[in-house]
């Protein structure tokens, strides 16, 4: 029903900049909430960013002050923006939507496939 295509991973030295994308599409009738989620090897899954349609956002303390929240309403489609990029923000990332389909009055969790961004010299 709801299909997250997230795109803008990769390699990257420490100190650099990566710009995700995550395009969400299907039968989508309004969109709560959007946010970036990342696992590391080993490590839980946790909350890099998050933006509601109010344009509420918040970050892991670890992200705070380098990375960006974004969203586009009208591609509902939701961005990071991350600067000055260390190695410890090595991870697959992940898109999480809260959206409501047609035909539901509820808003239910979407989650993309992830994509991967290593920090690394």
């Known amino acids: 029903q709801v299909q997250l295509v997230e795109s803008g991973g990769g390699l990257v030295q420490p100190g650099g900049s990566l710009r995700l994308s995550c395009a969400a599409s299907?039968?989508?009738?309004?969109?709560?909430?959007m946010g970036w989620y990342r696992q590391a090897p080993g490590k839980q899954r946790e909350l890099v960013a998050r933006?509601?349609?109010?344009?509420?956002?918040n970050y892991a303390d670890s992200v705070k002050g380098r990375f960006t929240i974004s969203r586009d309403n009208a591609k509902n489609t939701v961005y990071l923006q991350m600067n000055s990029l260390k190695p410890e923000d090595t991870a697959l990332y992940y898109c999480?939507?809260?959206?409501?389909?047609?035909?539901?009055?509820?808003?239910?969790?979407?989650w993309g496939q992830g994509t991967q961004v290593t920090v690394s010299s």
């Open positions: 933006i509601t349609n109010g344009d509420s956002t």
């Open positions: 999480n939507v809260g959206a409501r389909t047609t035909g539901s009055y509820i808003y239910w969790d979407y």
């Open positions: 299907g039968s989508i009738t309004s969109i709560n909430r």
